[in-house]
């Protein structure tokens, strides 16, 4: 009669390759991850990525006045939520030290000349000063600059990165969001038609 033989394997040992699988699963998830964020840029247009906020009403956060911003020898007013409603809003997210946004202040200026709309400014994360210059320079499209010092507007609004722009319709919802600068390529085909869109919603 033979006796049972027994396995030299230890417990340690018959465990090892379950526990290189388990360090193994966060690189494997990473990868995954990123496979798939690499395909969906290649595939769409990054100023595309959706907003969780499209269809919500937009933040109501007010934000104070870009201090010494003035218009005929008036002070341009902050940004108070509730002008949002009854008008179609273009809210630019926007910065000095940003270079996009010098790409993109003249075409801003051009929509600023249509009066059917309202322009709105968030000035994010900026000295004043440089603020004020940057819209001497180029001359300013907003009819409401509100000052989001320390970020939190921003991330209320879902502001991936400066520049990007918002459009609020009449009922006070955010309707649009462009990631990235306006620029010659999406001003008209793009952005426009998603303002000429809302302005012919209803409120």
């Not at 290189?20 to 990525?49: H, K, Q, T």
């Not at 609020?168 to 462009?178: F, N, P």
Request: proline share 8%.
């Amino acid at each position: 009669m033979t006796e049972p033989t027994t396995s030299n394997v230890t417990p340690s040992e018959a465990s090892s390759p379950r526990r290189l699988w388990l360090m193994a699963l966060p690189l494997v998830g990473f990868v995954a991850l990123a496979a798939l964020f690499w395909f969906g840029l290649r595939e769409g247009d990054p100023s595309r990525i959706p907003s969780a906020l499209i269809g919500h009403a937009a933040p109501q956060t007010a934000l104070p006045a870009l201090d010494g911003l003035v218009n005929n020898g008036a002070q341009v007013p902050g940004l108070d939520p509730a002008l949002f409603k009854g008008k179609v809003s273009v809210v630019n997210v926007w910065a000095s030290w940003c270079v996009p946004c010098h790409d993109e202040a003249p075409l801003l200026t051009k929509l600023g000349q249509d009066k059917r709309l309202q322009l709105v400014g968030i000035n994010y994360k900026d000295a004043p000063d440089n603020a004020r210059r940057f819209l001497g320079r180029y001359g300013n499209p907003f009819g409401i600059v509100g000052v989001d010092g320390n970020g939190r507007a921003a991330i209320e609004w879902g502001v991936y990165g400066v520049p990007e722009t918002f459009i609020v319709g009449r009922a006070g919802t955010i309707v649009y969001k462009l990631v990235g600068p306006v620029t010659p390529e999406n001003f008209d085909v793009v952005l426009k038609a998603e303002i000429e869109k809302a302005l012919k919603a209803g409120g």
